[in-house]
Nanobody, 122 residues
Framework: QVPLIESGGGLVQAGGSLSVSCSMSMRTFSSYVMGWFRQAPGKEREFVAAISWSGASTYYADSVKGRFTINRDNAKNTMYLQMNSLKPEDTAVYYC???????????????WGQGTQVTVSS
């Protein structure tokens, strides 16, 4: 089991910004590729962004490209998702995920956090 803990999220107005983070309480954080997924009410979980072991490579869903930025700090065992120009359709529970890399970048991933709510009001 790989413990992943999301933090951040909350309520923001459309056009605003928000950041969520994901911490892994293991010293082998750099051994995992990481991703962000989200699930809106009544919809399936969808890919948002992914980042490679070192952070050199990133992937984004078309719906967030240019607005969201994924990065990671391996010294802090933490991954981040900076979300700008938020839209009401970005409202969802955001999940971080980790994998050793066999299904990177789009998944499925082996390990998941508990999720954090992001709500964008119009």
């Amino acid at each position: 089991q790989v413990p992943l803990i999301e933090s951040g999220g909350g309520l923001v107005q459309a056009g605003g910004s928000l950041s969520v983070s994901c911490s892994m309480s293991m010293r082998t954080f750099s051994s995992y590729v990481m991703g962000w997924f989200r699930q809106a009410p009544g919809k399936e979980r969808e890919f948002v962004a992914a980042i490679s072991w070192s952070g050199a490579s990133t992937y984004y869903a078309d719906s967030v490209k240019g607005r969201f930025t994924i990065n990671r700090d391996n010294a802090k065992n933490t991954m981040y998702l900076q979300m700008n120009s938020l839209k009401p359709e970005d409202t969802a529970v955001y999940y971080c995920a980790a994998d050793l890399g066999k299904n990177w970048p789009y998944g499925p991933y082996d390990y998941w956090g508990q999720g954090t709510q992001v709500t964008v009001s119009s």
